[in-house]
């Protein structure tokens, strides 16, 4: 792996940064299994919008290595606006960024010859750990100290519910209805419509069987429709056939799809009845949670 990550919390804008990131160290206990995190020079420290702070620790100095910040058009492609840092020696970071935990904020590449591996950290919505994948599925080193760390627990619609138990609360696997591996918001931004425009869908698995499907282009209001699911049987390589019934301004849609969870990334495919992929040809999509 050519990178690793660990997520040592939050720090606001209402004291110096180093202070904030010392005191997460210590409590923590990262001070004590990774020691180093307290020798990063203070020009490593990389404080952009944002409140969740990560430590980023290249696999070695062979790489170059930039942080760059972005967000996103209204195609859902990556726009690039600042370099943040740049070195041609890769070397460990600390970065404070992500305004919304329902968006990242920030891309960190690392280069070595042809090779290029990007990776842009964040919280999964689903159970509040690091996601450690970046968008072409390769895998990330996380060494997150999670017995120390206080997650946030987040609700059905999406916002944080605060620290601790998570009873009450829709979206950690272990508070979650009977398929925990569905529960939480899923996005797909790969798709494009019949007239070639990128096309945003979004899934949301809630307890109680409750089911909302999002769709439209990134940066734009998204049309969601609400409805119910039911994971009615397994099928061919474990995949679960996911029934579902949706109420639309031109009626109900109900139809049924497979889908084959992992790591915070799902596979859909259509099965029976209305298509799941609307105003589309697509018939398989990824999406990934967020």
Not at 74 to 95: C, F, G, H, W
Not at 176 to 204: C, D, F, H, R, V
Request: overall charge negative; hydrophobic content about 35%; aromatic content about 16%.
């Amino acid at each position: 792996m050519p990178m690793a990550a660990a997520y040592l919390g939050y720090a606001d804008d209402n004291s110096p940064f180093r202070d904030q990131v010392r005191t997460l160290l210590k409590n923590g206990k990262y001070e004590e299994q990774y020691s180093f995190l307290a020798d990063v020079p203070k020009e490593n420290y990389i404080s952009y919008n944002g409140e969740e702070v990560y430590a980023i620790v290249p696999q070695s100095t062979q790489y170059a290595m930039k942080v760059e910040s972005f967000d996103w058009d209204e195609n859902a492609n990556a726009m690039v606006r600042d370099t943040l840092y740049i070195s041609q020696k890769a070397a460990p970071v600390i970065l404070k960024c992500n305004l919304s935990e329902l968006s990242y904020n920030v891309v960190i590449t690392l280069t070595k010859g042809t090779e290029t591996f990007s990776y842009s950290p964040s919280l999964s919505l689903m159970d509040g750990a690091l996601y450690a994948y970046n968008l072409d599925g390769m895998e990330i080193y996380d060494f997150t100290l999670y017995d120390n760390l206080e997650i946030p627990v987040w609700n059905e619609c999406g916002e944080c519910g605060g620290c601790g138990d998570p009873e009450g609360y829709g979206a950690p696997l272990e508070a979650a209805g009977e398929e925990p591996g569905l529960i939480g918001q899923w996005i797909s931004t790969e798709l494009k419509n019949q007239s070639g425009q990128n096309i945003t869908y979004g899934m949301y698995f809630g307890d109680y069987q409750y089911f909302e499907f999002q769709y439209g282009q990134m940066g734009h209001d998204l049309e969601c429709w609400s409805g119910t699911f039911e994971v009615t049987d397994q099928f061919r390589n474990g995949e679960l056939v996911v029934h579902y019934v949706l109420y639309t301004p031109d009626g109900i849609r109900e139809g049924e799809f497979y889908t084959m969870v992992n790591y915070g990334e799902m596979l859909v495919t259509e099965g029976s009845g209305d298509a799941i992929f609307p105003f589309t040809d697509a018939s398989t999509e990824w999406f990934y949670s967020y």
